[in-house]
């Protein structure tokens, strides 16, 4: 069972990130008073497609290898793997929640207005694909608590010595 739900998250994850990085790439609108806005003129979107192909692809490589024995025994690869994944989501997360928030509300201490008045469709297409990339976030989360568990399960819990158990029962 748990190895099917593995499999299944991270197929998952890998349409959620190819089809984030293509609402980002495809991301561009020309306004006449302030020109051309294209997803390349942002770092942090460029971050995002960066990361969600690197996503795409490890989620590719692993949901491959979660059939071949010898590569399934090895818990503690899937467990660093799938925890830097979901870190890198968070971070690249993040810095386009950053774009999104200014792009829609400005930072009026720096001057800087809202953009989504003059590029709503750029703005909406940026939403849409940071709701792609945080569904496929929570996806790589349940993926890092799943090669967690697995990881970590193999092991015994320590032992008590009898000494301590007897003074804290005292």
């Known amino acids: 069972m748990l190895k099917l739900l593995d499999f299944s998250l991270r197929l ?3 349409p959620l990130s190819v089809a984030t990085i ?3 790439v495809t991301n561009k609108q020309d306004n006449s008073i302030y020109g051309y ?3 390349s003129d942002l770092t942090g979107l460029k971050y995002m497609v960066f990361i969600s192909g690197i996503c795409a692809s490890y989620a590719f490589f692993a949901a491959v290898s979660t059939w071949i024995r010898c590569i ?3 818990a503690w690869l899937f467990f660093v793997s799938d925890q830097i994944v979901a870190y890198l989501m968070v971070t690249s997360g993040t810095a386009v929640l950053e774009i999104l928030y200014l792009a829609y509300n400005g930072d009026r201490e720096v001057s800087w207005s809202e953009a ?3 590029y709503g469709k750029f703005c909406y297409r940026m939403k849409l694909a940071v709701i792609l990339h945080a569904l496929a976030l929570s996806c790589s989360i349940i993926l890092a608590v799943i090669s967690a568990y697995r990881a970590f399960s193999i092991f015994e819990p320590p032992l008590v010595p009898s000494k ?3 003074e ?3």
Do not use: M, N, P, Q
């Open 168 to 170: 804290d029962r005292a």
């Open 22 to 24: 293509w609402l980002t």
């Open 72 to 74: 399934v025994t090895k």
């Open 164 to 166: 301590v158990v007897e």
């Open 116 to 118: 989504c008045t003059s």
């Open 12 to 14: 998952s994850v890998i």
């Open 37 to 39: 806005l294209k997803y």
